[in-house]
């Protein structure tokens, strides 16, 4: 009995969720599809990845939908939900439904925001929403040209910048000794961005690797080229009204010195009007790279 009682509320749970999905509509809608080549063949390409996305006019995310599960990666079916609130331009609330199985139970946690007198986000808490206790805390610190992130675990992130809010550095240290565990040193060029990633674990293998990440004259990402033990490289095509609209990715195959093509990520726009500010547009874009 128990049980038929929980595949009827799962039942319902569900098309509440698909309700929300067709309900849930902004005035930006970004679909997102993601191919693997097989053998780096092009008649073996499969889809294995696909997401939604839905912005505002000002180019704040509203939600997001990730289709398929760790366990079960069935693309029909939603593995994902993340819903975004905001007050006075200030993201204030979020909450997530996931499941890691066909049919499983939707686990919902939401996140509440807070905000110092210069706007600077200050924490960010996650809780179980079943009975509000707390599942992960996060804090920010500012100092003069840095900015620490805490998870109350053994390391924190600091990011140090220039005097123009260019990121120089980005170190993870250990909270009680404050030691460099590794850490990324960003050089910028007119058109390019040089990043050196180090490893300082001491332990007798160290690990390094260089990125170079190339721009247009719009500034917008065209290639991000990573050389360590392997090399692989993305680049990134924009429609004519701007938006992001694929990225190709490569890996260097060693025995001929040529790149292949291992991944494809196609995005379909549909967008309700006919101009978006440059200034939206770029934040749009940004954080659809931001999450390949």
Known sequence: MKQKILIILLFCLLKIYSQKIE???????????????????????????????????EGQVLETISYGTAHFNDLKNVGRIEQFFYINNKLDLSKSYSTSCNGCEYHVLYSKYKYDENNNLISDNSYY????????????????????????????????????????????????????????????????????????????????????????????LISHEIIGIGKTKKEYFYSKNGFLEKIKEYRLNIIDGKYEIDRLTKFKVDKKQKYLKPVYLQKINSDLIEEI
């Not at 191919?35 to 294995?48: A, E, G, L, V």
């Not at 009975?131 to 100092?143: G, H, P, R, V």
């Not at 809010?165 to 990324?184: A, G, P, S």
């Open 23 to 57: 309900k849930r509509i902004g005035d930006i809608h970004v679909t997102k599809e993601e191919y693997y080549f097989d053998n780096h063949k092009k008649s073996d390409k499969r889809k294995i990845n696909k997401s939604e996305y839905f912005f505002n006019n």
């Open 129 to 220: 929403e079943k009975n509000d206790s707390l599942f992960m805390s996060t804090n920010y610190i500012y100092k003069p040209n840095v900015k620490e992130t805490h998870f109350n675990e053994s390391t924190y992130y600091e990011r140090i910048y220039d005097s123009n809010n260019n990121l120089l550095e980005l170190n993870q240290r250990f909270e009680d000794t404050k030691k460099i565990r590794w850490q990324r040193l960003y050089n910028y060029f007119d058109n390019s961005t040089v990043i050196t990633f180090k490893t300082k674990y001491n332990d007798g293998a160290e690990k390094s690797e260089f990125e170079i990440k190339t721009y247009d004259i719009e500034k917008r």
